[in-house]
């Protein structure tokens, strides 16, 4: 049997049947001799697996060292150059906070110089405000000494027209309205923009200054001189205060009148009577610190009434409209109480005064009674509207308030609160009014004593004062406010009235031996006012705006005339008066 030889670590000796122990032996043996050197070879590869293994251990070892030697490295590096920052920056700061300290020091002295430059400065302030403080006292001193010469000279400039019987004329300026812009004729769109150019001015509170340049016209540059000229924001109550005094001469005997005189749509009727009703025409009493010149001083004069003795003074109104040289009683009441506007006519007396023969007279009480009055008179004023103005007055409206005093003897002009004549009167007259036209009926008044009663005695006397208020129409320009038919005969008798008062006045200043008071039936109604028989004073109302420059200079002309009209003193009114039973 033949055997291939083979390497012991792949073939094993095969174990043939019969052998013999020995061989078995032997086989075995070397079986063993094999598995020995197979266990040899295995052991030399895992020896040499096993030293593969250190030996990628021993490399991963080094890798790993390598590796953190070069992080160690790095660190290294980074804290090197930190330390290199650290170093910088210690350094730079020691530079910022030298620098710092050397800036502070340099500012520390810039505000230390500041601060003494501003305590010297304070300081003059101080000095300064002791001055101002000291020129304020001295300018308030020398406004004081100024104040009081101004009114020591308007006192003497008072007595001055009261010698003379000077017409005391002011003057009031309204401001620009928004109609203004609409008036007339038709205006560019500039001037639509800006609706109205003043050339009217209050240059103080004496003085007008008119002040125009326009093409082709001769510039203007004028004053007029006033007693008293109210700018276009002074106020109703600023306006009636300057005439309040002269309510208080009504109660010493002597007449008043006070007239609003001016072209159309200047501001008459507001000064005279306040804001109007659009509906009826009446004057609101809703807004006091609106009112006008009659409602105020209907008002003033009951309170001067109201501290007098009970008893002493009666008052009665009439109102009457001069339209087209007619005039119209508008009080005047048909048989079922309606008031209705009946013509009168003007006459003069015995004693050369004008009186209106029939003309309704109303007792009134108090001063609600008197507008109530006033109110019905004002709804039957003729109005028509025109380019001018949307209501315009075709008439000249003449509120009429007639005081009855009554005095004892000859002591009027003494004093009412002297308690004797207080006495002897409330025991002598008898506190009944006259009998009232309003109502047609027999009233009683503790404010007022029975005529009858008075005549019976004596001792007692009445004397009437009149108190005439007068709202004039309108001076009109034909062109401009674009009337016709019915309101272009309005304007021509407005316009020739007004004329007439001018040559009135004209004829007094010139000391002519005739005046034509008859020319008019206004001028012949106001004769004694305008005469020389009552304190007179003209409120002139003229717009601001350039397209009336013609009016207002006109206005202002007519202003100036009148403050140069001597009429004499004039006289208290110290005779006693019959009373007739209304």
Known sequence: MGCIWVPLSRIAVPLVPGMTKEERIVVLETENAVLHLKLAEYQGLAGRSTNEVLQLYSAHGRQQ????????????????????DLKSLRSFALELSKDFQRQSKIYLYRVLAAVQEI????????????????????????????????????????????????IRVHCRIRPLLPFDAAAGHSISQDRQRNFSEKVAYAADDETVLVKCSRPGHASINKTFQFERVYNDSESQETVFEDLAPLLT???????????????????????MLGPQLEENFAFSTANESELGIIPRATQEVFRLISEKPPGSYWV????????????????????????????????????????????????????SEFLHLVNKGLQLRTRHPTL?????????????????????????GTSWEDEQISQRLNK??????????????????????????????????????????????????VGMSGVTGAALRETSFINRSLSALADVLGAIAEQRSHVPYRNSKLTHLLQDSVGGDAKLLVMLCISPD?????????????????????????????????????
Do not use: W
């Open 65 to 84: 060292k390598l590796q953190r030697s070069s992080l160690v490295t790095q660190l290294y590096g980074a804290i090197k150059r930190l330390k290199q």
């Open 119 to 166: 305590q010297l400065q304070n300081e003059a302030v101080q000095m300064f405000q002791i001055k101002a403080c000291h020129l304020e006292q001295s300018l308030q001193e020398v406004t004081e000494r100024y104040e009081k010469e101004k009114q020591k000279r308007r006192a003497l400039h008072n007595s001055l027209v009261e010698l003379r019987g000077n």
């Open 249 to 271: 001469s009504l109660l010493d005997g002597y007449n008043v009148c006070i007239m609003a005189y001016g072209q159309t749509g200047s501001g008459k009727t507001y000064t």
């Open 316 to 367: 009665e109104v009439s109102v009457v409209q001069v339209y087209n040289n007619d005039i119209f009683d508008l009080l005047a009441e048909d048989s079922c109480g309606k008031v209705f506007g009946v013509k009168r006519d003007v006459v003069t007396t015995r004693e050369g005064e004008s009186d209106v023969p029939l003309l309704t007279h109303q007792t009134v009480e108090n001063a």
């Open 388 to 412: 001018v103005h949307a209501h315009s007055s075709r008439s000249h409206l003449v509120v009429t308030l007639t005081i009855t005093t009554i005095v004892s003897g000859d002591n009027f």
């Open 428 to 477: 002598e007259v008898s506190s009944t009014f006259p009998q009232k036209t309003r109502d047609s009926k027999s009233t009683s008044s503790s404010r007022a004593s029975s005529p009858a009663q008075l005549e019976a005695n004596e001792k007692l006397k009445q004397v009437k004062t009149r108190l005439q208020l007068v709202d004039l129409a309108g001076s009109e320009c």
């Open 546 to 582: 350039q397209k009336y420059l013609t009016e207002s200079m006109q206005s202002l002309g007519f202003g100036t005339r009148a403050r140069q009209v001597q009429r004499g003193q004039v006289k208290k009114k110290i005779f006693p008066v019959h009373s007739k039973a209304k």
